[in-house]
């Protein structure tokens, strides 16, 4: 059974730094995986991408303060996110996509106030 288990997050003032993680179970093998994140009243957006040769984008909304990266032996995947802003609060989910289906892990609130 394919499952993504998020970790990290949390409360950071403005200007700060937080890492989310993903750990992908019951998968075999490296799959592209993706960030996206919904605020309140909103729809879930993209954030950024890994592909399975490690090849990285990013929306323009994050290019430049977030990195996506991956440590394959650990099956885990890293949002390490930059010099936040209030706008970046949302829960932040992490995603892939197997044959068809699409798994989502359970969500990480970040929230970034004074």
């Known amino acids: 059974q394919v499952q993504l288990v998020q970790a990290g997050g949390g409360l950071v003032q403005p200007g700060g730094s937080l890492r989310v993680s993903c750990t992908a179970y019951?998968?075999?093998?490296?799959?592209?995986m993706d960030w996206y994140r919904e605020a309140p009243g909103t729809q879930r957006d993209f954030l950024a991408r890994i592909t399975s040769s490690g090849q990285t984008n990013y929306a323009d909304s994050v290019k430049g303060r977030f990195t996506i990266s991956r440590d394959n032996g650990a099956n885990t995947m890293y949002l390490q996110m930059d010099s936040l802003r209030p706008e970046d609060t949302a829960v932040y989910y992490c995603?892939?996509?197997?044959?068809?289906?699409?798994?989502w892990g359970q969500g990480t609130q970040v929230t970034v106030s004074s």
């Open positions: 995603h892939t996509n197997l044959g068809g289906f699409s798994y």
């Open positions: 019951g998968i075999v093998g490296i799959f592209d």
